[in-house]
């Protein structure tokens, strides 16, 4: 069976109307609210996510349709100075997003932690797993992954179990988009369209798609395009937890 895994990144009340939107426009193609959603407590220090109110009443009940709960960092914001390959990827993959990318050990498990907790009291039950903020991990992230309780974990080519000597369920590329200047917007849509056929014969495609997407209309109709490319031939849209099933 071939799959197809569709996630709406950087959920929280910030991007509220972003998130309802880019819903409605997934499930029309997966055929209802097969997708993940990956929840950020407290999106840049900004927008906490808190147990009681409209907005963590609507992911409970997002989760309850059968939408998938990540853990997606807890600031989604990147402080750290790095260095060598990490300024690198920090400069050229991301806008000091990559959280993860530079924490220490004891920091990196206690945020996964605590979001865990929160996400998990929230929707009232499990978390379907951790992915970090632009799938970007420091060592001590990784190693902390395993301490946290996750069933799973997601970086830019692979999804796999951190509990379980890091088993890998599946490698690929993720097709997402790039909104936050015209040059990456260009190279999004280039690449996406280049995924499309490429990826054709994968066994699991995957797909993400972020709030800033939803202004950006040549995004959105690659977004279209890229769904319809794949369930066209009669991809089946699944969860995460089925690759570990």
């Known amino acids: 069976m ?10 929280g009340p910030r991007f509220e109307c972003e998130v309802e939107a880019l819903l409605a426009r997934l499930s029309r193609h997966l055929g209802g609210p097969r997708l993940a959603m990956l929840v950020v407590p407290d999106h840049w220090g900004e927008a906490p996510l808190a147990p009681g ?14 939408v998938e709960m990540f853990v997606h960092g807890w600031f989604h914001r990147d402080t750290t100075e790095h260095r060598g390959i990490a300024a690198l990827k920090a400069k050229h993959m991301t806008a000091s ?6 924490l220490d050990h004891a920091t990196a498990l206690d ?4 979001g865990k907790a929160l996400v998990e009291d929230i929707i009232g ?4 797993g951790f992915i970090a903020p632009a799938w970007l991990y420091s060592p001590d ?6 301490e946290a309780g996750f069933a799973l974990a997601e970086n830019h080519g692979r999804v796999w179990v951190p509990s379980a000597a890091d088993k890998v369920l599946t490698r690929g590329p993720v097709i997402t988009w790039a909104s936050r200047t015209n040059g990456r917007q260009l190279s999004s ?36 395009r890229t769904f319809r490319a794949f369930t066209r031939g009669g991809r089946v849209p699944s969860c995460y937890a089925d690759l570990a099933r």
């Open 189 to 224: 849509l280039a690449a996406a369209a280049v995924l499309r056929s490429l990826l054709q014969p994968a066994r699991v495609v995957r797909v993400a798609v972020h709030p800033g997407d939803a202004h950006v209309p040549r995004l959105l109709d690659s977004i279209d």
């Open 97 to 102: 997003e990559g959280e993860f990318l530079g």
């Open 111 to 114: 945020r996964m932690k605590r």
């Open 53 to 66: 109110t409209p907005f963590a009443t609507k992911l409970r009940g997002w989760a309850d349709s059968g």
């Open 125 to 128: 039950r499990p978390a379907a």
């Open 2 to 11: 071939k799959r197809l895994l569709a996630s709406i990144h950087d959920v």
């Open 141 to 146: 992230a990784m190693r902390a992954l395993g």
